[in-house]
C-alpha cells in the first residue's frame, strides 16, 4: 500500500528532480523487499515494473520483471494485455514490441489507447502507410478520438502532405475544441506553406486561452515577421523576454528582424548582449558572427567565431565563416589553416569551394598561393 501510494505521488508535477528520484526509490525499495518474500504478489511486480519503464529506469529489468508476471496462467486478459503494453515499450527488438502490442489489442480490442500506442511504434518504424491506416480504423470506429485524428495530421506532416495535415488537425479541433495541440499543429504547418496571416491566427487563439504560453508567442512571432509585420513581432518578443529574460530562441529572432530591416548595429547589439550571458551558445555565436561580417567588423567576428568553435571545435560554418573573416584582415595563413578544416568536415559546400579557390588563387603570400 505505501509503495502504491508513492507510485502516485510521482505524477505529481509539482516535484523537482531530486523529489522524484527520492520517492520512486522508496517505493522501488518497498516493491523489491517484498518480492523478496516467499510468493509474494504478482500485483508488486507489475507495479515494480511499471517504474523501471519510467524514464532513466533499468529497461532490462522491467523485461525480467514483465516476462515473470507474464508467466502467471491465472492472469485475466486485461491484467495480461496491459504487461504486454508495457513489454512492448522496452522491447529492444522492433518485431517482438511490434508482436507484443498487436497481442494486446487482441485481448482488449476495444482499449482505443493500445491502439494509439501500436501507431506510435509503427511511426518509429517508419511504416507510416501502415500506421495511417490503423489510426483510420480507429477514427471509423470511434469518431471522437481526438488523439487518433491528431496523429494522422502529425504522420501526414511527416509525409508531407500538408494540405491532408490541416485536415486531420481541423478533424481533432472539433472533436476536442478545448486542446491546445491541434491549433498549434495547424499553426506550424501553415507556415510551412508560407501562410504566414494564417498562423498567426491559430496562435492568437492559443495566446487567448494563454498568454504566458511560450511555444505560441515565439512561432508567433516569427509569423509575424514573415508576414512583414515586424512591429507586432517585435512586442510578442520584448513580452517574451520580460517573462524569461535569458531566453535565446527570442533574442535570436528579435536581431533576425532588425537585420532584415537593415539595422544591424541594433541585430548586433542585442546578439552581443546575449552573447555576454552565454558566450559559447553555439547557434548565437553564428549568429553574431555572420552579422559582424555583415557589417564589415572582420576581427569582431573572428571573436565570434572562436566562440562557436570552443562549443563545436569542428563546425565547418565557423571555420568557413573565420577563414572568410581572417581573408578581410589580410591572415591568408590562417584563412587557409580554418579553410583546410572546414573542407575535411564538408568537401562540397560551393561556398567554401568558391573563396578557398579564390585564396589559392590570388594570395600575395608565396607559400599560400597554389595555382
Do not use: C
Not at 480504423?137 to 495530421?153: Q, T
Not at 512591429?231 to 510578442?236: G, H, K, Q
Not at 555576454?276 to 553574431?288: D, G, I, M, T, W
Not at 559582424?292 to 566562440?307: D, F, G, H, W
Amino acid at each position: 500500500e505505501r509503495a502504491q501510494m508513492l507510485t502516485r505521488v510521482l505524477s505529481n508535477r509539482s516535484l523537482d528532480e531530486l523529489q522524484h528520484a527520492r520517492v520512486r526509490r522508496s517505493a522501488e525499495s518497498d516493491l523489491r523487499r517484498i518480492l523478496a518474500l516467499g510468493d509474494p504478489p504478482r500485483e508488486a511486480r507489475l507495479a515494480l515494473a511499471k517504474l523501471l519503464t519510467l524514464p532513466n529506469g533499468d529497461r532490462h529489468e522491467a523485461r525480467r520483471q514483465l516476462n515473470a508476471y507474464l508467466e502467471d496462467e491465472d492472469l485475466d486478459s486485461t491484467d495480461r494485455a496491459e504487461a504486454l503494453i508495457l513489454r512492448g515499450r522496452v522491447q529492444r527488438d522492433p518485431e517482438k514490441a511490434l508482436a507484443d502490442f498487436n497481442q494486446a489489442i487482441e485481448l482488449a480490442p476495444d482499449n482505443a489507447d493500445y491502439k494509439i500506442a501500436r501507431v506510435l511504434l509503427l511511426r518509429a518504424q517508419n511504416k507510416l502507410d501502415e500506421a495511417l491506416a490503423s489510426l483510420k480504423k480507429i477514427v471509423e470506429s470511434d469518431g471522437d478520438n481526438a488523439a487518433a485524428m491528431l496523429l494522422s495530421g502529425q504522420i501526414l506532416r511527416d509525409q508531407g502532405k500538408l494540405e491532408a495535415a490541416l485536415a486531420a488537425f481541423e478533424q481533432a479541433h472539433e472533436a476536442a475544441p478545448d486542446e491546445p495541440e491541434p491549433l498549434q499543429q495547424r499553426g506550424e504547418v501553415y507556415r510551412q506553406l508560407d501562410e504566414f496571416d494564417k498562423a498567426v491566427e491559430q496562435f492568437t487563439e492559443l495566446l487567448d486561452r494563454d498568454p504566458d504560453a511560450v511555444l505560441p508567442r515565439i512561432h508567433r512571432a516569427e509569423a509575424l515577421h514573415k508576414a512583414e509585420r515586424p512591429d507586432e513581432a517585435l512586442a510578442d518578443i520584448d513580452a517574451l523576454l520580460e517573462q524569461q529574460p535569458n531566453f535565446i530562441p527570442a533574442a535570436r529572432l528579435k536581431a533576425e528582424i532588425y537585420a532584415s530591416q537593415d539595422d544591424m548595429d541594433q541585430a548586433i547589439a542585442v546578439l552581443d548582449e546575449f552573447s555576454r550571458k552565454a558566450p559559447h551558445a553555439l547557434e548565437l555565436s553564428l549568429q553574431l558572427a555572420l552579422y559582424q561580417l555583415v557589417n564589415k567588423r572582420p576581427t569582431e567576428a573572428i571573436e565570434a567565431y572562436s566562440s562557436a568553435l570552443i562549443a563545436d571545435n569542428d563546425n565547418y560554418i565557423a571555420l568557413r565563416g573565420r577563414g572568410d573573416a581572417y581573408l578581410n584582415v589580410g591572415d591568408h595563413h590562417a584563412a587557409l589553416e580554418d579553410f583546410e578544416r572546414a573542407l575535411a568536415v564538408r568537401e562540397d559546400d560551393p561556398e567554401l569551394l568558391n573563396n578557398f579557390a579564390w585564396l589559392l588563387a590570388t594570395s600575395p603570400e608565396d607559400d599560400v598561393r597554389d595555382g
